[in-house]
């Protein structure tokens, strides 16, 4: 006689056994792996442009080095004439790491360096033309007022982003800075500064310069305002940069 068989089980409460969840024993590993790949990655990355970085600043001071001097006569110069350290900074009135460096570096580099008579500071100009192209004539304004004894006077007032340096805002900056403005428009006008903005920028260019705010730290000659180069320092650093490089020329020129 045959025996009765079992009854199907009812639906969710027997038969197949249904799949189990993946094990956290191996979800978690796998999690951990991919977020370290990610993480390797990420600085590997990183590393790669910190590399290029040192490169292209160990090229800038190697072409420094590799100058022999440069001579900043007539250039807008501030500290005591006596000082043998020589800061030059190559600039752009609308570069935003200029402006940084400006208001934020340069007050701590004026009460430090320059007011206690350690170093004389040049500054020359570096418009970027293809970015700022309003920049140019922000510079040949300067160089304008510089005729009249009040280039530091305006020059004080020019740093700004781009947009702000159309003709009426600089006679309204060369105004404020006491400068007479009929002989300032028709040197404006005449373009007649343009040439010494452009060989500036050549300068910057030929010595190894990629990039604004640049900076080279030389010894001059104080009868032949003649600056040999011996550093150099590229973009919006901090004071102590600028301490530090120092340091290093004024230790060399003792020697």
């Given at each position: 006689?045959?025996?009765?068989?079992?009854?199907?089980?009812?639906?969710?409460?027997?038969?197949?056994?249904?799949?189990?969840?993946?094990?956290?024993?191996?979800?978690?590993?796998?999690?951990?792996?991919?977020?370290?790949?990610?993480?390797?990655?990420?600085?590997?990355?990183?590393?790669?442009?910190?590399?290029?970085?040192?490169?292209?600043?160990?090229e800038f001071v190697?072409?420094?080095?590799?100058?022999?001097?440069?001579?900043?006569?007539?250039?807008?110069?501030?500290?005591?004439?006596?000082?043998?350290?020589?800061?030059?900074?190559?600039?752009?009135?609308?570069?935003?790491?200029?402006?940084?460096?400006?208001?934020?570096?340069?007050?701590?580099?004026?009460?430090?360096?320059?007011?206690?008579?350690?170093?004389?500071?040049?500054?020359?100009?570096?418009?970027?033309?293809?970015?700022?192209?309003?920049?140019?004539?922000?510079?040949?304004?300067?160089?304008?007022?510089?005729?009249?004894?009040?280039?530091?006077?305006?020059?004080?007032?020019?740093?700004?982003?781009?947009?702000?340096?159309?003709?009426?805002?600089?006679?309204?900056?060369?105004?404020?800075?006491?400068?007479?403005?009929?002989?300032?428009?028709?040197?404006?006008?005449?373009?007649?500064?343009?040439?010494?903005?452009?060989?500036?920028?050549?300068?910057?260019?030929?010595l190894g310069a990629?990039?604004?705010?640049?900076?080279?730290?030389?010894?001059?000659?104080?009868?032949?305002?003649?600056?040999?180069?011996?550093?150099?320092?590229?973009?919006?650093?901090?004071?102590?940069?600028?301490?530090?490089?120092?340091?290093?020329?004024?230790?060399?020129?003792?020697?």
């Amino acid at each position: 006689m045959q025996e009765p068989s079992m009854p199907p089980a009812p639906a969710g409460q027997g038969g197949a056994v249904p799949p189990r969840s993946p094990s956290w024993t191996i979800v978690v590993p796998l999690l951990c792996l991919a977020a370290t790949v990610g993480l390797w990655w990420q600085v590997r990355s990183e590393l790669a442009v910190i590399r290029a970085e040192q490169r292209e600043l160990a090229e800038f001071v190697d072409a420094v080095r590799g100058s022999t001097s440069l001579d900043v006569s007539g250039d807008p110069a501030l500290g005591a004439d006596e000082a043998v350290v020589t800061l030059i900074e190559f600039s752009d009135y609308e570069c935003p790491f200029c402006i940084r460096h400006f208001t934020q570096t340069m007050p701590e580099i004026n009460e430090k360096l320059i007011e206690t008579g350690r170093i004389q500071y040049v500054f020359r100009d570096f418009p970027i033309e293809q970015l700022h192209p309003d920049a140019v004539l922000a510079h040949q304004a300067t160089r304008c007022a510089a005729e009249q004894g009040r280039f530091w006077e305006l020059h004080v007032r020019m740093f700004g982003p781009a947009g702000t340096h159309t003709m009426e805002q600089i006679e309204a900056h060369a105004r404020e800075a006491g400068v007479e403005l009929d002989p300032f428009r028709e040197c404006v006008a005449s373009a007649r500064t343009l040439p010494a903005v452009r060989d500036s920028v050549q300068t910057a260019v030929t010595l190894g310069a990629s990039g604004t705010p640049s900076f080279f730290i030389g010894i001059r000659n104080p009868e032949t305002d003649q600056v040999r180069l011996v550093q150099a320092l590229s973009g919006a650093l901090p004071y102590a940069e600028f301490e530090r490089a120092i340091a290093a020329v004024e230790a060399q020129a003792r020697r």
